[in-house]
């Protein structure tokens, strides 16, 4: 028996595992495939400052995992050997005409991004020589990314290093419930027992049987792709609005994305939304044209119904959930991590916990 049971393998439920196995308890995470082969190996990794006002709970998460970044990867470096690749390149965010240049003004003076700075002219084309000649203006703001599968990899690493028990191949049917308490998790072929039950289990969290409240997680299915950039230089990554974003990786590659879809659980990438990314991505870097298309891929977010990522204590004790970051993908993990382990080791939250709570859907 183990101190905690973590279903779900991706970068939320490693590094939740990982944390709880750095404080000191025994853990047993449970995977239905491969560690981060799910969404988490489908993400971009895209780390920036975030775009709001305090008073949005979004914001603040994302801002306490901008702050907290550079440390957790330089950590999960140390530990498993394996550089996460975060680089600060600086992303830019382009305006196609002048309407939406003076929005873009309009924000950059209320100061709704922080270090942003509009960038017009020969600025703006030094800045970014390969953008084309759609793009009449851009806000740059800091930030970059990570290699997602590099986190992904590192993350499953360290745990296992730390004494985390990785059982793949094993799918949870339910919750094991012993009047309001959760006691372990239930699967096809057997069952684990401990003290706490966490469900990072991304877009599947739903359908987790015995769950108190039913948290409506749906899956929201990104269409993704990458190119071998040859000889585009892109030197920061590219957030146009409404998507796609480009982000210049440190392997040669361009990675480009993503659909927003609600296709249910069909995987498979559509002509429509590959020529949606491909066409909007060449009006902006018009050298993209001549890029060989290295892979397409398709992965499917936990989308939560009000767009706010789930983090806290069920309705039973002893159940945690972790999950419901739709598209906002690996940017958040590290202040998520942070939440969830102040709650659970009743520690003062980083921030407040209250709109983050899955009791909101109970």
């Not at 987790?208 to 929201?220: A, F, L, M, S, W």
């Not at 870097?285 to 806290?312: K, N, Y």
Request: charge should be negative; charged fraction near 20%; glycine fraction near 12%.
């Amino acid at each position: 028996m183990s101190d905690a049971i973590v279903i779900g393998g991706g970068v939320m439920g490693l590094a939740t595992a990982r944390e709880l196995r750095r404080r000191g308890r025994s853990v047993t995470l449970l995977e239905r495939a491969q560690p981060g082969r799910a969404a988490s190996w489908a993400s971009a990794g895209i780390v920036s400052d975030p775009i709001g006002s305090g008073d949005e709970p979004d914001f603040l998460l994302e801002q306490l995992s901008r702050r907290l970044w550079p440390d957790f990867a330089e950590e999960l470096h140390e530990e498993s050997g394996l550089d996460p690749e975060l680089r600060e390149t600086g992303c830019l965010i382009p305006a196609f005409d002048a309407g939406a240049a003076r929005d873009l003004e309009r924000v950059v003076r209320a100061r709704l991004i922080p270090g942003g700075k509009l960038l017009r002219g020969a600025e703006l084309r030094e800045a970014e020589p390969a953008l084309g000649p759609a793009v009449v203006a851009g806000c740059w703001r800091p930030g970059g990314n990570v290699e997602n599968r590099r986190v992904c990899k590192a993350l499953e690493i360290s745990a296992r290093r730390a004494g985390v028990e990785i059982v793949t191949g094993a799918e949870v049917r339910g919750l094991i419930v012993e009047g309001d308490r959760v006691v372990g998790a239930r699967l096809v072929d057997g069952s684990r027992l401990a003290e706490h039950v966490i469900v990072a289990a991304g877009a599947w969290s739903s359908q987790i049987e015995g769950c108190r409240p039913v948290v409506p997680v749906v899956p929201q299915r990104g269409q993704i792709l990458a190119v071998d950039r040859g000889a585009v230089s892109l030197r920061q990554v590219i957030l146009t609005p409404n998507d796609p974003y480009l982000v210049p990786r440190a392997d040669g590659r361009i990675v480009v994305g993503a659909t927003r879809e609600l296709a249910g659980w069909d995987p498979a990438p559509t002509a429509g939304g590959i020529a949606h990314l491909l066409a909007r991505a060449i009006e902006v870097v018009p050298a993209l044209a001549s890029c060989s298309i290295d892979q397409i891929w398709t992965g499917f977010r936990p989308l939560s119904p009000d767009g706010v990522p789930i983090v806290g204590p069920g309705a039973l004790e002893g159940l945690w959930f972790v999950t419901g970051h739709g598209p906002s993908g690996i940017g958040p993990l590290p202040g998520t991590i942070a939440l969830l382990a102040a709650l659970l080791f009743d520690e003062d939250p980083p921030i407040p916990p209250e709109p983050f709570s899955p009791l909101r859907f109970a």
